[in-house]
């Protein structure tokens, strides 16, 4: 049998590698700071970690119906294809930062790529 | 095979099942979202029994040490007392022996519990007036050290329990307290850790505690206490804190003031930019927040983007936190 995405990236010490570089690339991200800006920061953290593990190819349990209601109040604050496209290279950028291989982070950026429309509520 | 307790039931634990497959087969409630281990939605505590290791991945290393496990990962060995988080708290009568002022606000408050509570340094416990008010005050002293439980309650303006406290609370009164509560305390096992401790106002309470305690345990690692007040007024238990940097090399205390005209021995400007001035850069090291919410908030962030992991800033904002009964 061959590796799942999640088992080649090593699995959720891989996420958990990845959630506090993720979330601070995030954060320090003009371009989208200001979405988090009134947010818990440890409920958020648990969010970045479950995105991460989706993204990772892991187990989840999130439909396209989750990843609307999830962003609905974001979209009606302007959220768009431009902040989409800088949380996709925060993610490129941890991934590469913990030196993951490009093929891999191509997989698991189609996998967050596949959520784009649900997200923006299209 | 094992048993779990839950709520007033046992329930038998089939081969391989976890304990969120156990409680939910039988109706029990139990909240749970990934089955996975990771979304930590099903997080439950064993108030008997030891969890397996396995069923603590990715928990605050405070969480593990308080037998807090993931139910759906949870293949126990041995039969497991659990409970929801938040449920576990009972009360229990306190006398008070001792009051005494440590400035113009804040009224140190030694007590007595009926029965023994065990705590650690830092967590908060519960005071109630009456049967149904409560307000929670993190605890100062050290259960190695101290005979009685110490909080510092600072006088609230219209605050109904402080002002109670300063004013008709008198030693020889019993009250009921509650807990002990909260992830604010100092964990063993990384002696060589930087410690950073920023408070504001009766903030200083669980930090005092957790200052004493890793010293106590001997720690190795820098700890860097920074205090915040307005006025040299709000500042307490300087003399204290300087003795103790006198007594250990690798303490550091900085009180810091925020209002105007500040006199040179104090540090000059809001305690957390302060603190985070001097110690820019936190990877590794275990951040303590407590006090003002806006000053948490904004502490929090900064630790995080000086580099500290999430899961080392533990945060003890002070608004009306009370423990559901």
Redo the contacts between chains.
């Keep these: 049998m061959s590796q799942s995405l999640f088992e080649k990236l090593g699995g959720e010490a891989a996420v958990d590698a990845a959630v506090d570089i993720f979330y601070r690339k995030v954060l320090s991200d003009d371009r989208i700071a200001h979405f988090f800006e009134s947010v818990d920061m440890e409920a958020q953290a648990a969010k970045q970690k479950a995105f991460l593990t989706m993204a990772f190819g892991g187990p989840h349990h999130y439909s396209g119906l989750d990843m609307r209601r999830g962003h609905a109040h974001l979209v009606k604050n302007g959220l768009n294809d431009a902040h989409f496209d800088a949380v996709m290279e925060n993610l490129a950028a941890t991934m590469q930062e913990l030196k993951v291989p490009e093929e891999l982070i191509a997989e698991a950026a189609a996998i967050a790529e596949s959520t784009r429309n649900d997200v923006l509520g299209r | 095979m094992p048993n779990i307790r839950y709520d007033g039931q046992i329930y038998s634990l089939r081969d391989g099942q976890s304990v969120l497959e156990c409680l939910t087969e039988h109706g029990a409630s139990v909240p749970f ?8 939605a099903c997080l439950m505590r064993a108030e008997v029994g030891r969890p397996p290791e396995a069923s603590q ?2 928990l605050k290393p405070t969480l593990k040490a308080k037998n807090y496990f993931l139910a759906c990962i949870c293949n126990p060995e041995e039969t497991l007392s659990v409970s929801l988080p938040g449920n576990e708290l009972s009360r229990t009568p306190a006398t008070i022996v001792g009051m005494e002022l440590l400035n113009a606000e804040i009224m140190q408050v030694s007590l007595k519990a009926h029965e023994q509570i065990e705590y650690r340094a830092g967590q908060f416990i519960n005071l109630y007036q009456g049967e149904n008010l409560a307000r929670s005050y993190s605890v100062a002293s050290l259960p190695t050290e101290d005979p009685h439980i110490h909080i510092h309650v600072r006088r609230v303006p219209q605050g109904k329990v402080s002002n109670w406290v300063h004013d008709a609370l008198r030693p020889g009164d019993t009250i009921d307290i509650q807990g002990p509560g909260g992830d604010c305390y100092y964990l063993p096992g990384s002696p060589e850790q930087g410690l950073l401790l920023i408070g504001t106002g009766s903030g200083l309470a669980p930090l005092y505690g957790v200052v004493r305690d890793a010293l106590a345990q001997g720690h190795i690692g820098p700890i860097r206490l920074f205090h915040g007040s307005r006025t040299p007024n709000g500042l307490y238990l300087t003399d204290k804190l300087r003795e103790l940097t006198r007594a250990y090399s690798n303490f550091e205390y900085t009180a810091c003031l925020s209002g105007s005209h500040v006199s040179k021995e104090f540090a000059s400007g809001r305690v957390h930019q302060i603190a985070l001035n001097e110690v820019p850069n936190l990877t590794g090291w275990r951040v303590f927040l407590c006090g003002h919410p806006e000053m948490v ?1 904004a502490a ?2 900064k630790a ?2 000086a580099g500290a ?2 899961k080392d800033i533990v ?1 003890d904002a002070f608004t009306s936190r009370v423990i559901p009964s």
């Design positions: 979202g990934c089955r996975a281990g990771i979304c930590q991945k990715g908030k929090q962030k995080f983007l992991s999430m945060c």
